[in-house]
């Protein structure tokens, strides 16, 4: 493999991780291509069934066809795309770069990784849609894994090995000079290199394993990240305080319940009613019959507003039940902490140390976060409150909410103390951010 560290006798494919996605990726396009088929013959034969009446029966084969039709043209396309990803992950080994994602007006998104010895960056091309990249997209101190060359193009993934993406060098002079500006506003070059996977055959462990790094650590990193200009944003109103509103004013809780969704539902579902309204009211003379576009667009919305309005009812109100009472609990807990970025996307993390100690002191747990809404210190205390179980059965999962200059610090997910698997492992992702942990030594 060109321009990544050389592993004897190890290729990307031996990760029993990368070798499970890429079976899922397999079994995705049979799943597309035989749903699809199924779909047009199902419209078809409805075609056939109802070739005139009811009116509206053709419009629906219509968009059945169609939707059938795209699910196999995608599921064909997986079947070539997994050869090459088999071809290129049984060539050479994974290896771990500090990665900016950059998106692209007309050609998609981008993303720009750091060589893994500082020496150049590697503008690629992303080949994937922008929903499915969204599941791996970096942070702007991210890291994403690299198999394959990076002038002929090769595979990305999240750092374990998965989901897999197609991804190709940038062409033309000016869209690559373009896309190294911005990694540099970005502050990718400055970045430490993450520890490398060095996987033996048949082993899933991605990295040595070690303590987490201490606070000083943590500390410098998120100073260091704090120092990257955020995306730009039209300024917005700040966030009302639930301590005093009931939760449904408050903008992130809404979000959580899925509000938004349902609200998009309805608006479409009144528009369509009111447009069939009026041509019931005021019939068009040349056109016979009901308007059978409108009734698909308006069964389409009613769907999804069902749809949305039993996960808000199922999933979202239980959330922000327990997060308001959670953020509402009398007694706060105080500790130090150190505000990270999550290795993939655009959620961060409240990685938590005592309140009273040195910068030797180890984390006692982390708590993902939605992204707050404003500025928020790098380094220095809040408040814990809540400690609940997300539904009174799950001992080892407790809702707490951050407190932090008198506003709320909404979490993504339940507490997670360092000494439990998946606390231990969300730290050893944010520690894959820092580099390499040092040998024993002080500590700045």
């Known amino acids: 493999?060109?321009?990544?560290?050389?592993?004897?006798?190890?290729?990307?494919?031996?990760?029993?991780?990368?070798?499970?996605?890429?079976?899922?990726?397999?079994?995705?396009?049979?799943?597309?291509?035989?749903?699809?088929?199924?779909?047009?013959?199902?419209?078809?034969?409805?075609?056939?069934?109802?070739?005139e009446d009811p009116p509206w029966a053709q419009d629906v084969a219509g968009f059945v066809c169609v939707g059938g039709a795209t699910a196999f043209l995608l599921g064909l396309v997986r079947f070539p795309y997994a050869r090459r990803f088999r071809r290129i992950l049984s060539a050479g080994p994974w290896s771990a770069h500090p990665a900016t994602a950059v998106a692209r007006a007309w050609s998609g998104e981008a993303v720009v990784l750091a060589a893994p010895d500082g020496e150049g960056v590697w503008p690629l091309r992303?080949?994937?849609s922008r929903s499915r990249w969204q599941e791996v997209r970096p942070a702007p101190a991210g890291v994403l894994w690299w198999c394959g060359g990076p002038g002929k193009g090769g595979v990305l993934a999240a750092p374990g090995g998965g989901p897999l993406f197609r991804a190709a060098p940038v062409r033309g002079t000016a869209a690559r000079r373009r896309l190294l500006v911005l990694a540099e506003e970005a502050g990718l070059t400055a970045l430490p290199t993450p520890a490398q996977p060095h996987p033996?055959?048949?082993?899933?462990?991605?990295?040595?394993?070690?303590?987490?790094?201490?606070?000083?650590?943590?500390?410098?990193?998120?100073?260091?990240?704090?120092a990257v200009p955020p995306r730009r944003r039209r300024p917005r109103r700040p966030e009302a305080d639930p301590r005093a509103v009931p939760w449904w004013r408050v903008r992130s809780l809404r979000r959580v319940a899925g509000l938004p969704q349902m609200g998009y539902g309805l608006i479409v579902l009144a528009t369509c009613g009111g447009l069939l309204s009026l041509d019931v009211i005021w019939p068009d003379p040349e056109?016979?019959?009901?308007?059978?576009?409108?009734?698909?667009?308006?069964?389409?919305?009613?769907?999804?507003?069902?749809?949305?309005?039993?996960?808000?009812?199922?999933?979202?109100?239980?959330?922000?039940?327990?997060?308001?009472?959670?953020?509402?609990?009398?007694?706060?807990?105080?500790?130090?902490?150190?505000?990270?970025?999550?290795?993939?996307?655009e959620d961060v993390a409240l990685v938590l140390f005592p309140a009273h100690g040195g910068p030797d002191d180890r984390p006692e747990g982390v708590l993902p976060l939605l992204p707050p809404e404003r500025p928020v210190e790098p380094s220095g205390t809040v408040e814990l409150r809540g400690w609940l179980d997300r539904d009174g059965t799950d001992a080892e999962d407790p809702v707490v909410v951050a407190w932090h200059g008198g506003r709320p610090l909404w979490p993504a997910g339940p507490y997670l103390e360092a000494g439990t698997a998946d606390g231990a492992a969300l730290l050893e992702d944010l520690a894959g951010l820092l580099g390499p942990v040092p040998g024993p030594g002080p500590q700045g």
């Open 200 to 226: 033996a055959p048949g082993t899933t462990a991605a990295a040595p394993e070690t303590s987490a790094p201490p606070y000083a650590r943590f500390a410098a990193h998120a100073g260091s990240w704090a």
């Open 287 to 345: 056109s016979a019959g009901t308007p059978t576009s409108g009734v698909v667009l308006t069964a389409v919305a009613t769907a999804w507003t069902l749809w949305a309005s039993a996960q808000v009812w199922r999933r979202g109100l239980p959330v922000v039940r327990l997060l308001v009472r959670a953020a509402l609990a009398p007694v706060p807990v105080e500790r130090r902490y150190a505000l990270v970025p999550a290795p993939v996307g």
């Open 126 to 128: 992303v080949i994937a």
């Open 1 to 51: 493999m060109a321009g990544g560290p050389e592993v004897t006798g190890v290729c990307a494919l031996d990760l029993p991780g990368t070798a499970e996605e890429l079976r899922r990726y397999r079994r995705g396009g049979v799943l597309l291509t035989a749903g699809g088929l199924a779909l047009a013959v199902l419209a078809l034969a409805g075609v056939a069934v109802f070739p």
